[in-house]
């Protein structure tokens, strides 16, 4: 599971501070997908990092019982003067896993031939993309975190055969993902919540949670 425990988190833009979570608690379980509704400038990106660890909290407690990936897109942990494979054969061993199998999944997904064995700095934006889901996908993780906002550059190829592993993978395991389109959410989530306010609103279905985000964003 993935529990905040009156967690705050705020920032200076300069002018204003901006309010991302204001004493807030929830839990999300295993087995229970869950879906975030946030406007544009709310802070989906920093709650997403706040639940993979890569943020910290302003004050509370977070609590993480369960393995739980980085969030899609995040480059955070591939060094741009190594290869491909000495990233993947690098991470695989942070997370206790077989190195072979990281960099063989790897390079089948991927698809990018000779470039996997060259400096990922020299990538483009979207071989980039590709390595990072490709990871996403070769560590199995329990709990996945999907940041909607974050750039996609990847082709329709690549994205269609990801996209079946990652629908096989969420059949054991848990997604959370936060959009400003409910529609998006449709496709992973079995329960939703709405950012809002420096709160997250935890609702049973996403048509409740849909209800709030409507009145909240258009009345």
């Known amino acids: 599971m993935l529990e905040f425990e009156n967690v705050s988190k705020s920032f200076w833009t300069g002018k204003q501070r901006k309010v991302i979570l204001d004493r807030a ?81 790897c390079r089948w997904l991927c698809g990018i031939d000779e470039y996997f064995d060259m400096p990922v700095g020299t990538y483009s934006a979207g071989m980039r993309s590709r390595l990072t889901f490709a990871l996403l996908l070769a560590l199995d993780f329990d709990m996945y975190l999907i940041d909607e906002g974050m750039p996609s550059t990847m082709d329709a190829e690549f994205n269609a055969k990801a996209s079946g592993i990652l629908r096989e993978r969420l059949e054991n395991t848990t997604v959370i993902i936060v959009s400003h389109q409910a529609d998006v959410l449709e496709k992973f989530a079995r329960s939703a919540a709405v950012l809002m306010h420096g709160q997250l609103h935890m609702f049973d279905t996403l048509e409740e949670a849909k209800q709030l985000y409507d009145y909240e964003t258009q009345g």
């Open 25 to 105: 608690s929830f839990r999300v379980e295993l087995g229970n997908s869950l879906g975030i509704l946030a406007p544009n400038g709310t802070g989906k990106t920093t709650l997403i990092n706040m639940m993979a660890g890569l943020e910290k909290p302003d004050e509370g407690r977070i609590f993480r019982g369960c393995r739980i990936s980085f969030p899609l897109g995040f480059m955070g942990g591939v060094v741009n003067k190594h290869t491909a494979t000495e990233n993947v054969r690098y991470i695989a061993r942070l997370y206790s896993l077989d190195p072979d199998y990281v960099e063989a999944f």
